[in-house]
């Protein structure tokens, strides 16, 4: 792939900005804590925004703001930051999430304690996940990976709810060692390269070039899998998710659903069909299967619960059965279904967690029994409610729409059968969305108990903003965001395709 | 061949002591009586049957002294015999060697491994 | 063959000159010591068995011989008879590396009055002493009876600690001879004209002090301390059994240790020597005879001085006597090890 | 060889060489001299002497690093690798001196031998690091076990430190018997005592030669702390004063592995599959046992200890690889384990002070309000035992996996991920504990200036030489050619 350097470390700034902003929230006192953070975040956004305008649409699939600092030579680890169309589109997520986390967190009730701690933590998470999108080196990839983990614990195991002890250490300990495996897997690549060509390297460009027999190309693989498998998650593999994200406060929900799980299907885009195309090739019909089979197992998971927050977290899961099912469908359809899934999901779990985050703080519960009919007093927050619901149904005009369509007409392509499973997939996720609109809105409960709830505003308003307008972006206008990775996706294919037909 | 007499000799002692110890049985009365082989104390029957129990440590203090030295003593001699060839050299390794071993004997003396008999006995109250 | 025999004979002659050494000459240094000891303190001493009771030993061994085998309840028998042959045979065997005089020719045959004359003589020395130590712990150890046990311990204390004395005390002549035979050392000493008491008066102080504390001599008796342990670990020995450990320790330990200071630091069979003189012999008129005689004398004049120390001298304390060795000996033996390696080089020339 | 001629080849030893050992010797017998001299101990001017002499040692080596030769006929051989080890030897020495003194004193346990016993086992522990010959081996190997009994029964009156001591004295005792009977059988195989000799040996007789160098390494493994081999480590590191525990963490497990470490390179053909097996069953055993019992352990001190016996397993595991990039990743890891040890110890050792302090597994909850910054450090020190990256532990546990992926050890590497999984059990238990539980008893010490800056160093160490790795790979990987070339 070919690299375009950068006259200006963008990158590594707005890596810098939100590190030197927790530098100074804990050197200053508490009261600045706050202002310190948002201005921070903020800045980091302006800056992604800004190397928006900087990107150049008509090479997507180069390498942007390309910036490289050798570590190890003598291993070839080096960290190299750069930007292609996908990991663009994933670097502006991240900002904006952040900083609707941030902006979420400042009017928090559940924020109460050990704030300069918290803020420091939020602050740090986005520089560690910029870091994660924008390596080009699997090392330091590993590394960014990895350091999430670490503030993750902090938010889920000090602010969050009863069982948050509980949550973090098993959020800690199945994200740990699945990626352990990540790491074989990475420093295996790494002699490979070693073994064909005399030298070690990490570097994703090189990485590409390795060429496996197919035994050793599947067991590579499945190290890889089994790391961001957990990380997505898929259904076998999901059982800490509800945990952490129910447990965790609502801003650690928001960036644990909206950019946490990308990472795992980032990488999952970016390595697993990057770097072993073959093998994708040859598994592609269990991968795929598989997909559905976690779309519809969390779909129905989904229904099941009772608590708000799990609810939101497993419909998560099934969002994210949809991203790999069509990624791994291996066309140009299937790739964009899954970018554009990504991307949207992380719009609307963010602000389905931040509802939930809402109806706590009036009503001090999870529980869906207690909030029946809660959303029918406070109009604002209604509107946004069903905004964000039908958004994550897949309705057209809604975020999540192109995901599923084009799921659909991607599967469509090998055969009807496929794309009608994919339908019966989408079919429940639009199930538990509805369920839900109806608990919070047609049902009733002890009306007179809930009429004093002040609506939504101020702060926690514009954090519902800054997701809501994006969302009607992404519904209404997809080809802004389409431009952005298409390029990217094109090459990638190409790559995959040439692999398949030359090796 | 040079060891040959010191082995006769030995050989010699040996029969020489077994005949010795086994003079008496040959020669002496046998009278037995029931208490005459009793172990030699102030005539009341033993307390404790076996002598074999413990004494002071610091006689095993002093074992592990000799071993020390003698050791050191087993490293000296080839050292002394060679002396007048080795030169200056061989002094200062034996210079450095003894005064290692000086300073050994320095510590147990200063630490009180010499004294040991007659500690004061503390008695915590 | 013929040689073989021959040699077989001389050596057969040579053990039964040291054996009568060590049974006749140890037993009569009985009636020695108490005829001494009896004048010391203005008493006649044996007078009845014999003239002035000459064969009061005889008497006595005979009485030894006629006594009932007894053997303590609770002991263990084979340590027990273990630990007489380990005093008997180690203490005889010293009397192997002792050179009585010169090498002479009888009937054509070269003979050197020296049993084996090998060069590591000093070192059997040491390890022969060491072994002392067992006969001394098994003997306390086997009879299981406390005052034996804690003789035992004492005199093992004793004999580990004037153990490494003699040893560094020996290093000294060893530097200025370059030898450990002892039949050298003295041919040594005669050849440099010097005995080494002369540039090791410290080291033969020294040496004097550990003989006495390895023989059980006053005022290192500590073990024996007739008044507080009745004879210590014999206590339990009876008869002949009991005879032997006295003979043992007293006489031909003495003797044999006496006999190596004699080696070492007076010369050996040399006459009076007087430094940067040479040997002046007053009994030249013995003719050959000479040096076995100067010999017999040098070591009837330290028995003699034991003795007389034996019967002045109070005794000391078992610390005491520990804590002598060990911060006033071996220090002192330390010191004259460098010394004598600095000085060496001048005896040398 | 007459003795003329055996005098004659006396040769004047290479003085430049040593000097490092010559004055951290010199510097012990110097305060044993004072020690002799003075009535009443000044300890404050003993440990300063220390400090100066290890410091001027640590000078030394840092000036001339590409010091190499060998001198007393082959016994001593100094070389990159073995400048980079007694390096840090010395450094974690004066690291660990810093929380002796208030440590004793808390305790009541001054002891004045404790100063030269110190810098003895430093000494010997410098030896085991340089040389190939199996004599020279064998006497720092006894120097540095008898001065690591003597240093662990140090506490005064404290049941477990005799215990732990008196079974570090029998087991090591057998290590040594061991060893020696190995390098018997390796003398019988190659008639000559130069381990290169040795390994490089064509002779008939390979059994023997297997044999020796398995017995040979099973008395390293004792010392290490390999499992089945270990059961004196977890009581001797526990009854040890804490840092004294830090001390055989980092510099103990230093000097045990250099030599194992240094006859990597020397493997050959004819037995490579014989170590690899024998070494990587012995690693994979000590992962999964050390990882496994620390899980269930309440105390403290106690967990560390079989989390060091884990980590030995780790380097282990990067043993059994016997080329360059196996070599270089156990260097890396042994430094960065011996970092991690000494800090997470010498944390205990500082929290021991507190009376109230019993080492307990809950005793750490609240410790983030008490006392913050211990707490952090604390932290990262556990997040670095662990493996989360940009640590020490981090980069080293990748350098096996690559090492291990190299050799394609599969099973090896997957045995050590099965164990790393488990070790995350109680070190994140033990980071939620002190971060996220609140305990009503505030525990408070009162730390010196030189604790503080020692334990920010190694703090700021475990993140910075992870952070930027070269500093330590650039050394290790030198070492580690220069050895393989040899």
Same mark, same amino acid.
């Given at each position: 792939?070919?690299?375009?350097?950068? +006259?200006?470390?963008?990158?590594?700034?707005?890596?810098?900005?939100?590190?030197?902003?927790?530098?100074?929230?804990?050197?200053?006192?508490?009261?600045?804590? *706050?202002?310190?953070?948002?201005?921070?975040?903020?800045?980091?956004?302006?800056?992604?925004?800004?190397?928006?305008?900087?990107?150049?649409?008509?090479?997507?699939?180069?390498?942007?703001?390309?910036?490289?600092?050798?570590?190890?030579?003598?291993?070839?680890?080096?960290?190299?930051?750069?930007?292609?169309?996908?990991?663009?589109?994933?670097?502006?997520?991240?900002?904006?999430?952040?900083?609707?986390?941030?902006?979420?967190?400042?009017?928090?009730?559940?924020?109460?304690?050990?704030?300069?701690?918290?803020?420091?933590?939020?602050?740090?998470?986005?520089?560690?996940?910029?870091?994660?999108?924008?390596?080009?080196?699997?090392?330091?990839?590993?590394?960014?990976?990895?350091?999430?983990?670490?503030?993750?614990?902090?938010?889920?195991?000090?602010?969050?709810?009863?069982?948050?002890?509980?949550?973090?250490?098993?959020?800690?300990?199945?994200?740990?060692?699945?990626?352990?495996?990540?790491?074989?897997?990475?420093?295996?690549?790494?002699?490979?390269?070693?073994?064909?060509?005399?030298?070690?390297?990490?570097?994703?460009?090189?990485?590409?070039?390795?060429?496996?027999?197919?035994?050793?190309?599947?067991?590579?693989?499945?190290?890889?899998?089994?790391?961001?498998?957990?990380?997505?998650?898929?259904?076998?593999?999901?059982?800490?998710?509800?945990?952490?994200?129910?447990?965790?406060?609502?801003?650690?929900?928001?960036?644990?659903?909206?950019?946490?799980?990308?990472?795992?299907?980032?990488?999952?885009?970016?390595?697993?069909?990057?770097?072993?195309? *073959?093998?994708?090739?040859?598994?592609?019909?269990?991968?795929?299967?598989?997909?559905?089979?976690?779309?519809?197992?969390?779909?129905?998971?989904?229904?099941?619960?009772?608590?708000?927050?799990?609810?939101?977290?497993?419909?998560?899961?099934?969002?994210?059965?949809?991203?790999?099912?069509?990624?791994?469908?291996?066309?140009?359809?299937?790739?964009?279904?899954?970018?554009?899934?990504?991307?949207?999901?992380?719009?609307?779990?963010?602000?389905?967690?931040?509802?939930?985050?809402?109806?706590?703080?009036?009503?001090?519960?999870? =529980?869906?029994?207690?909030?029946?009919?809660?959303?029918?007093?406070?109009?604002?927050?209604?509107?946004?409610?069903?905004?964000?619901?039908?958004?994550?149904?897949?309705?057209?005009?809604?975020?999540?729409?192109?995901?599923?369509?084009?799921?659909?007409?991607?599967?469509?392509?090998?055969?009807?059968?496929?794309?009608?499973?994919?339908?019966?997939?989408?079919?429940?996720?639009?199930?538990?969305?509805?369920?839900?609109?109806?608990?919070?809105?047609? $049902?009733?409960?002890?009306?007179?108990?809930?009429?004093?709830?002040? $609506?939504?505003?101020?702060?926690?308003?514009?954090?519902?903003?800054?997701?809501?307008?994006?969302?009607?972006?992404?519904?209404?206008?997809?080809?802004?965001?389409?431009?952005?990775?298409?390029?990217?996706?094109?090459?990638?294919?190409?790559?995959?395709?040439?692999?398949?037909?030359?090796? | 061949?040079?060891?040959?007499?010191?082995?006769?000799?030995?050989?010699?002692?040996?029969?020489?002591?077994?005949?010795?110890?086994?003079?008496?049985?040959?020669?002496?009365?046998?009278?037995?009586?029931?208490?005459?082989?009793?172990?030699?104390?102030?005539?009341?029957?033993?307390?404790?049957?076996?002598?074999?129990?413990?004494?002071?440590?610091?006689?095993?203090?002093?074992?592990?002294?000799?071993?020390?030295?003698?050791?050191?003593?087993?490293?000296?001699?080839?050292?002394?015999?060679?002396?007048?060839?080795?030169?200056?050299?061989?002094?200062?390794?034996?210079?450095?060697?003894?005064?290692?071993?000086?300073?050994?004997?320095?510590?147990?003396?200063?630490?009180?491994?010499?004294?040991? +008999?007659?500690?004061?006995?503390?008695?915590?109250? | 063959?013929?040689?073989?025999?021959?040699?077989?004979?001389?050596?057969?002659?040579?053990?039964?000159?040291?054996?009568?050494?060590?049974?006749?000459?140890?037993?009569?240094?009985?009636?020695?010591?108490?005829?001494?000891?009896?004048?010391?303190?203005?008493?006649?001493?044996?007078?009845?068995?014999?003239?002035?009771?000459?064969?009061?030993?005889?008497?006595?061994?005979?009485?030894?011989?006629?006594?009932?085998?007894?053997?303590?309840?609770?002991?263990?028998?084979?340590?027990?008879?273990?630990?007489?042959?380990?005093?008997?045979?180690?203490?005889?065997?010293?009397?192997?590396?002792?050179?009585?005089?010169?090498?002479?020719?009888?009937?054509?045959?070269?003979?050197?009055?020296?049993?084996?004359?090998? =060069?590591?003589?000093?070192?059997?020395?040491?390890?022969?002493?060491?072994?002392?130590?067992?006969?001394?712990?098994?003997?306390?150890?086997?009879?299981?009876?406390?005052?034996?046990?804690?003789?035992?311990?004492?005199?093992?204390?004793?004999?580990?600690?004037?153990?490494?004395?003699?040893?560094?005390?020996?290093?000294?002549?060893?530097?200025?001879?370059?030898?450990?035979?002892?039949?050298?050392?003295?041919? +040594?000493?005669?050849?440099?004209?010097?005995?080494?008491?002369?540039?090791?008066?410290?080291?033969?102080?020294?040496?004097?002090?550990?003989?006495?504390?390895?023989?059980?001599?006053?005022?290192?008796?500590?073990?024996?301390?007739?008044?507080?342990?009745?004879?210590?670990?014999?206590?339990?020995?009876?008869?002949?059994?009991?005879?032997?450990?006295?003979?043992?320790?007293?006489?031909?330990?003495?003797?044999?240790?006496?006999?190596?200071?004699?080696?070492?630091?007076?010369?050996?069979?040399?006459?009076?020597?007087?430094?940067?003189?040479?040997?002046?012999?007053?009994?030249?008129?013995?003719?050959?005879?000479?040096?076995?005689?100067?010999?017999?004398?040098?070591?009837?004049?330290?028995?003699?001085?034991?003795?007389?120390?034996?019967?002045?001298?109070?005794?000391?304390?078992?610390?005491?006597?520990?804590?002598?060795?060990?911060?006033?000996?071996?220090?002192?033996?330390?010191?004259?090890?460098?010394?004598?390696?600095?000085?060496?080089?001048?005896?040398?020339? | 060889?007459?003795?003329? $001629?055996?005098?004659?080849?006396?040769?004047?030893?290479?003085?430049?060489?040593?000097?490092?050992?010559?004055?951290?010797?010199?510097?012990?017998?110097?305060?044993?001299?004072?020690?002799?001299?003075?009535?009443?101990?000044?300890?404050?001017?003993?440990?300063?002497?220390?400090?100066?002499?290890?410091?001027?040692?640590?000078?030394?080596?840092?000036? =001339?690093?590409?010091?190499?030769?060998?001198?007393?006929?082959?016994?001593?051989?100094?070389?990159?690798?073995?400048?980079?080890?007694?390096?840090?030897?010395?450094?974690?020495?004066?690291?660990?001196?810093?929380?002796?003194?208030?440590?004793?004193?808390?305790?009541?346990?001054?002891?004045?031998?404790?100063?030269?016993?110190?810098?003895?086992?430093?000494?010997?522990?410098?030896?085991?690091?340089?040389?190939?010959?199996?004599?020279?081996?064998?006497?720092?190997?006894?120097?540095?076990?008898?001065?690591?009994?003597?240093?662990?029964?140090?506490?005064?009156? $404290?049941?477990?430190?005799?215990?732990?001591?008196?079974?570090?004295?029998?087991?090591?005792?057998?290590?040594?018997?061991?060893?020696?009977?190995?390098?018997?059988?390796?003398?019988?195989?190659?008639?000559?005592?130069?381990?290169?000799?040795?390994?490089?040996?064509?002779?008939?007789?390979?059994?023997?030669?297997?044999?020796?160098?398995?017995?040979?390494?099973?008395?390293?493994?004792? *010392?290490?702390?390999?499992?089945?081999?270990?059961?004196?480590?977890?009581?001797?590191?526990?009854?040890?004063?804490?840092?004294?525990?830090?001390?055989?963490?980092?510099?103990?497990?230093?000097?045990?592995?250099?030599?194992?470490?240094?006859?990597?390179?020397?493997?050959?053909?004819?037995?490579?599959?014989?170590?690899?097996?024998?070494?990587?069953?012995?690693?994979?055993?000590?992962?999964?046992?050390?990882?496994?019992?620390?899980?269930?352990?309440?105390?403290?001190?106690?967990?560390?200890?079989?989390?060091?016996?884990?980590?030995?397993?780790?380097?282990?595991?990067?043993?059994?690889?016997?080329?360059?990039?196996?070599?270089?990743?156990?260097?890396?890891?042994?430094?960065?384990?011996?970092?991690?040890?000494?800090?997470?110890?010498?944390?205990?050792?500082?929290?021991?002070?507190?009376?109230?302090?019993?080492?307990?597994?809950?005793?750490?909850?609240?410790?983030?309000?008490?006392?913050?910054?211990?707490?952090?450090?604390?932290?990262?020190?556990?997040?670095?035992?662990?493996?989360?990256?940009?640590?020490?532990?981090?980069?080293?546990?990748?350098?096996?996996?690559?090492?291990?992926?190299?050799?394609?050890?599969?099973?090896?590497?997957?045995?050590?991920?099965?164990?790393?999984?488990?070790?995350?059990?109680?070190?994140?238990?033990?980071?939620?504990?002190?971060?996220?539980?609140?305990?009503?008893?505030?525990?408070?010490?009162?730390?010196?200036?030189?604790?503080?800056?020692?334990?920010?160093?190694?703090?700021?160490?475990?993140?910075?030489?992870?952070?930027?790795?070269?500093?330590?790979?650039?050394?290790?990987? +030198?070492?580690?050619?220069?050895?393989?070339?040899?």
């Amino acid at each position: 792939m070919e690299k375009l350097g950068a +006259q200006f470390p963008l990158i590594s700034i707005s890596m810098l900005i939100p590190t030197l902003g927790s530098f100074f929230v804990v050197l200053l006192p508490e009261r600045f804590t *706050k202002g310190i953070s948002l201005i921070s975040t903020g800045i980091t956004f302006l800056i992604s925004l800004y190397s928006l305008t900087l990107f150049d649409f008509s090479k997507g699939d180069v390498v942007q703001f390309y910036e490289h600092y050798p570590i190890i030579p003598e291993l070839g680890i080096s960290l190299s930051l750069g930007l292609d169309g996908l990991s663009m589109l994933m670097y502006l997520l991240t900002t904006l999430v952040s900083l609707v986390a941030v902006l979420w967190s400042v009017r928090d009730k559940q924020i109460n304690h050990r704030i300069k701690e918290y803020f420091l933590w939020f602050l740090l998470t986005e520089s560690f996940l910029i870091g994660v999108f924008a390596s080009w080196d699997l090392i330091v990839f590993y590394v960014f990976y990895e350091l999430t983990l670490v503030p993750m614990l902090f938010v889920i195991g000090i602010w969050g709810y009863k069982l948050r002890l509980y949550s973090a250490y098993k959020f800690f300990i199945y994200i740990f060692i699945s990626s352990l495996f990540l790491l074989l897997g990475t420093v295996s690549l790494a002699v490979q390269h070693y073994k064909l060509f005399g030298r070690f390297s990490f570097s994703y460009f090189d990485l590409m070039n390795n060429d496996y027999p197919l035994g050793l190309g599947i067991f590579l693989f499945m190290l890889f899998f089994i790391a961001f498998a957990v990380k997505t998650p898929i259904v076998p593999f999901h059982t800490w998710l509800p945990d952490a994200h129910g447990e965790a406060p609502t801003a650690g929900s928001i960036v644990l659903a909206a950019i946490l799980l990308k990472m795992g299907t980032y990488a999952l885009f970016r390595f697993n069909i990057g770097l072993f195309p *073959k093998v994708v090739a040859f598994l592609m019909p269990i991968l795929v299967l598989w997909g559905i089979f976690s779309i519809m197992m969390a779909s129905w998971f989904t229904i099941s619960q009772k608590n708000l927050k799990r609810f939101v977290a497993y419909s998560s899961i099934s969002h994210m059965g949809f991203v790999v099912t069509s990624m791994f469908l291996l066309n140009l359809e299937g790739f964009r279904a899954s970018i554009m899934e990504m991307f949207a999901h992380g719009l609307t779990s963010a602000s389905l967690f931040m509802i939930a985050g809402f109806i706590y703080n009036r009503l001090h519960s999870f =529980n869906m029994d207690a909030l029946k009919g809660s959303a029918k007093f406070m109009p604002l927050f209604a509107i946004i409610t069903v905004i964000t619901a039908y958004s994550s149904m897949g309705l057209p005009g809604g975020s999540s729409f192109w995901g599923k369509f084009l799921t659909v007409l991607s599967a469509r392509e090998y055969t009807t059968q496929l794309a009608l499973l994919v339908i019966a997939g989408a079919f429940f996720s639009v199930i538990y969305m509805l369920y839900l609109m109806k608990v919070l809105f047609l $049902d009733t409960k002890e009306e007179s108990r809930l009429v004093h709830f002040a $609506d939504i505003r101020g702060f926690k308003l514009s954090a519902f903003l800054l997701l809501v307008i994006p969302m009607f972006m992404v519904g209404l206008l997809p080809s802004l965001f389409f431009n952005i990775f298409d390029m990217s996706v094109k090459k990638l294919l190409l790559y995959v395709m040439h692999k398949l037909i030359g090796g | 061949m040079d060891y040959m007499g010191f082995l006769i000799f030995l050989g010699v002692m040996l029969v020489l002591s077994l005949l010795l110890i086994s003079l008496n049985s040959l020669l002496g009365p046998k009278t037995p009586e029931s208490m005459e082989d009793y172990p030699y104390e102030c005539g009341v029957p033993l307390y404790d049957l076996s002598a074999q129990s413990t004494f002071h440590q610091g006689y095993y203090l002093l074992g592990l002294l000799l071993l020390l030295f003698d050791i050191e003593a087993a490293f000296l001699f080839p050292w002394t015999v060679v002396y007048k060839h080795l030169g200056v050299f061989g002094f200062v390794e034996m210079f450095l060697f003894v005064f290692i071993l000086t300073y050994g004997l320095l510590y147990a003396w200063r630490r009180g491994a010499l004294d040991w +008999q007659f500690e004061e006995e503390v008695f915590e109250r | 063959m013929e040689g073989l025999l021959s040699a077989l004979i001389i050596i057969g002659i040579k053990i039964l000159v040291i054996l009568a050494i060590v049974l006749g000459v140890g037993a009569y240094l009985t009636l020695v010591e108490r005829k001494v000891a009896a004048h010391i303190q203005r008493r006649p001493g044996p007078m009845v068995v014999g003239w002035h009771g000459l064969l009061q030993p005889l008497a006595d061994g005979l009485k030894l011989l006629t006594k009932e085998d007894l053997f303590p309840r609770y002991g263990n028998k084979f340590l027990y008879n273990l630990a007489i042959v380990m005093a008997l045979v180690p203490a005889s065997l010293v009397f192997a590396v002792v050179p009585f005089g010169p090498e002479f020719e009888v009937f054509g045959i070269r003979v050197k009055p020296i049993l084996t004359d090998v =060069n590591v003589g000093l070192l059997l020395f040491f390890a022969l002493g060491s072994l002392a130590i067992y006969a001394i712990a098994l003997a306390g150890w086997a009879s299981n009876s406390k005052y034996a046990l804690i003789g035992s311990m004492r005199k093992a204390g004793i004999v580990i600690s004037y153990e490494v004395v003699i040893t560094f005390a020996l290093m000294g002549p060893i530097i200025l001879a370059q030898t450990l035979s002892t039949y050298s050392i003295v041919q +040594q000493q005669i050849e440099q004209k010097l005995w080494y008491i002369w540039l090791q008066p410290v080291a033969f102080v020294v040496y004097m002090f550990a003989m006495l504390a390895e023989t059980g001599r006053v005022p290192f008796d500590i073990q024996e301390a007739e008044a507080e342990l009745v004879t210590g670990f014999t206590v339990e020995y009876g008869g002949m059994k009991f005879g032997l450990f006295p003979l043992v320790e007293w006489y031909v330990e003495t003797l044999s240790l006496s006999a190596i200071a004699v080696v070492v630091f007076l010369g050996g069979w040399s006459p009076i020597n007087i430094p940067f003189v040479g040997f002046i012999d007053p009994l030249f008129f013995l003719g050959p005879l000479s040096p076995f005689v100067w010999f017999v004398l040098k070591v009837s004049l330290l028995f003699l001085f034991v003795l007389w120390l034996h019967w002045t001298l109070p005794r000391y304390r078992i610390d005491q006597i520990t804590s002598t060795a060990w911060k006033v000996m071996l220090p002192l033996t330390l010191v004259n090890l460098v010394f004598t390696a600095i000085i060496a080089p001048v005896v040398w020339r | 060889m007459e003795l003329r $001629d055996l005098i004659g080849s006396i040769e004047f030893p290479k003085m430049a060489l040593i000097i490092p050992e010559l004055i951290v010797l010199l510097t012990g017998f110097l305060i044993f001299t004072l020690d002799l001299i003075f009535k009443r101990a000044n300890y404050r001017l003993y440990t300063w002497i220390s400090v100066v002499g290890y410091f001027m040692a640590m000078l030394y080596i840092a000036f =001339n690093p590409s010091l190499s030769g060998s001198t007393f006929y082959g016994l001593y051989v100094r070389d990159y690798f073995s400048s980079f080890l007694q390096f840090f030897m010395i450094l974690l020495t004066i690291f660990v001196l810093a929380f002796t003194y208030h440590y004793y004193k808390q305790k009541l346990s001054l002891y004045r031998e404790f100063y030269y016993i110190l810098s003895f086992a430093l000494v010997s522990a410098m030896f085991l690091a340089s040389s190939y010959n199996l004599i020279t081996l064998y006497v720092a190997l006894e120097g540095v076990s008898i001065s690591f009994y003597i240093l662990t029964a140090l506490l005064r009156g $404290d049941f477990n430190a005799k215990e732990g001591a008196f079974k570090y004295l029998i087991l090591g005792g057998l290590s040594i018997a061991l060893a020696s009977y190995g390098a018997v059988f390796m003398y019988i195989y190659a008639g000559s005592l130069d381990l290169q000799k040795i390994l490089t040996y064509s002779g008939q007789n390979k059994d023997l030669l297997i044999l020796g160098l398995v017995f040979f390494l099973i008395g390293f493994a004792i *010392k290490i702390g390999a499992v089945p081999f270990h059961f004196w480590l977890p009581d001797a590191y526990q009854g040890a004063p804490t840092p004294i525990t830090a001390y055989m963490a980092s510099v103990g497990k230093l000097a045990f592995f250099a030599p194992v470490v240094r006859i990597m390179p020397l493997v050959q053909e004819h037995f490579a599959y014989a170590w690899v097996i024998t070494v990587g069953i012995i690693s994979a055993m000590t992962m999964l046992y050390g990882n496994l019992v620390a899980l269930v352990q309440k105390d403290v001190k106690r967990l560390l200890a079989y989390s060091s016996i884990a980590h030995s397993g780790y380097i282990l595991a990067g043993i059994a690889v016997a080329k360059a990039i196996g070599l270089k990743a156990v260097l890396y890891f042994l430094v960065a384990y011996a970092l991690m040890g000494a800090g997470s110890f010498l944390l205990l050792a500082l929290l021991e002070r507190n009376p109230q302090w019993e080492n307990r597994m809950e005793e750490f909850s609240g410790l983030r309000f008490s006392m913050p910054w211990i707490a952090v450090s604390f932290m990262i020190f556990m997040f670095s035992l662990l493996g989360v990256p940009p640590s020490v532990g981090f980069v080293g546990k990748a350098l096996v996996f690559t090492a291990l992926s190299f050799d394609r050890l599969w099973w090896l590497a997957f045995v050590m991920i099965l164990s790393t999984g488990i070790s995350t059990g109680y070190y994140v238990r033990l980071v939620v504990l002190t971060f996220m539980k609140e305990s009503s008893k505030s525990i408070k010490v009162e730390s010196s200036f030189a604790e503080k800056v020692v334990i920010f160093v190694l703090t700021l160490s475990v993140v910075i030489l992870g952070a930027v790795p070269i500093i330590i790979w650039s050394f290790a990987s +030198q070492s580690a050619d220069i050895l393989f070339k040899r």
